[in-house]
């Protein structure tokens, strides 16, 4: 029998805001390395791009691990990955950046007109590193391309596709709504949704094709997804 072949994404990514700084999220890619972990030893082939690759047991002769730190290599990396198409199955469990910094601005001076006060402000090159001397600065973000959005509309895969979204302070039936419009967007076959307050103790995983959505622990999800994935 034909081993299949998953794609799984981990981790968080960053966006520059000068060349010493960036900005990033929370997230390490621990529920990402255990789902490729666990598919690897139950007969997939599998590669994973992670941002932490040191939550990732090697060596494993089944797990190709590609590391990425910005949002610019995971974009890079998913479109060389996917356009290979020689992947059944793909699981895009990354945080991704929503925004990535467009300008940043230093405050020089303001102007109080009665009740209102307009700030006057400076553009500030981003080509090097921002001097620490600024009182106060202000920056403007501009939205990134969904990636998940792109595996199927701009890169042609055919293959089942999981997608993951977390929310914040929902409802079990608030985040289930939000989940399935969201899968309906990306075209994915799943989608994992969790909440922040509940992330290390319960998801969901919901099928396009309906049904009840299944209840599953951080423990156990890898093994459901695998269910599902491959009934």
Same mark, same amino acid.
């Given at each position: 029998?034909?081993?299949?072949?998953?794609?799984?994404?981990?981790?968080?990514?960053?966006?520059?805001?000068?060349?010493?700084?960036?900005? /990033? $999220?929370?997230?390490?890619?621990?529920?990402?390395?255990?789902?490729?972990? &666990?598919?690897?030893?139950?007969?997939?082939?599998?590669?994973?791009?992670?941002?932490?690759? =040191?939550?990732?047991?090697?060596?494993?002769? $089944?797990?190709?691990?590609?590391? &990425?730190?910005? &949002?610019?290599?995971?974009?890079?990396?998913?479109? =060389?990955?996917?356009? =290979?198409?020689?992947?059944?199955?793909?699981?895009?469990?990354?945080?991704?950046?929503?925004?990535?910094?467009?300008?940043?601005? /230093?405050?020089?001076?303001?102007?109080?007109?009665?009740?209102?006060?307009?700030?006057?402000?400076?553009?500030? /090159?981003?080509?090097?590193?921002?001097?620490?001397?600024?009182?106060?600065?202000?920056?403007?973000?501009?939205?990134?391309?969904?990636?998940?959005?792109?595996?199927?509309?701009?890169?042609?895969?055919?293959?089942?596709?999981?997608?993951?979204?977390?929310?914040?302070?929902?409802?079990?039936?608030?985040?289930?709504?939000?989940?399935?419009?969201?899968?309906?967007?990306?075209?994915? $076959?799943?989608?994992? #949704?969790?909440?922040?307050?509940?992330?290390?103790?319960?998801? *969901?995983?919901?099928?396009?094709?309906?049904?009840?959505?299944?209840?599953?622990?951080?423990?156990?999800?890898? #093994?459901?997804?695998?269910?599902?994935? *491959?009934?």
């Amino acid at each position: 029998m034909k081993r299949k072949r998953v794609l799984v994404t981990a981790g968080n990514t960053s966006v520059p805001i000068d060349r010493v700084r960036v900005i /990033s $999220n929370i997230f390490k890619g621990r529920t990402g390395a255990g789902i490729a972990h &666990y598919f690897s030893e139950h007969g997939c082939d599998v590669t994973l791009l992670t941002s932490h690759p =040191d939550f990732v047991k090697m060596p494993d002769g $089944n797990i190709t691990m590609l590391d &990425y730190r910005y &949002y610019d290599e995971l974009m890079a990396m998913m479109r =060389d990955q996917v356009t =290979d198409g020689r992947f059944d199955t793909i699981i895009h469990s990354a945080a991704v950046s929503d925004y990535m910094p467009d300008e940043t601005f /230093s405050e020089t001076d303001s102007l109080t007109s009665g009740k209102k006060t307009a700030v006057i402000l400076e553009a500030l /090159s981003k080509g090097g590193k921002i001097g620490s001397d600024h009182k106060r600065l202000w920056m403007s973000f501009i939205q990134t391309e969904k990636i998940v959005d792109k595996i199927r509309r701009d890169w042609g895969f055919t293959g089942t596709l999981v997608k993951f979204k977390l929310q914040v302070d929902m409802t079990d039936e608030e985040l289930i709504a939000v989940a399935t419009r969201s899968m309906a967007t990306s075209r994915a $076959n799943f989608i994992v #949704a969790n909440t922040l307050n509940e992330m290390t103790h319960k998801a *969901f995983i919901i099928s396009a094709e309906g049904g009840e959505p299944l209840l599953v622990t951080r423990e156990t999800l890898p #093994a459901e997804l695998m269910k599902a994935v *491959f009934p």
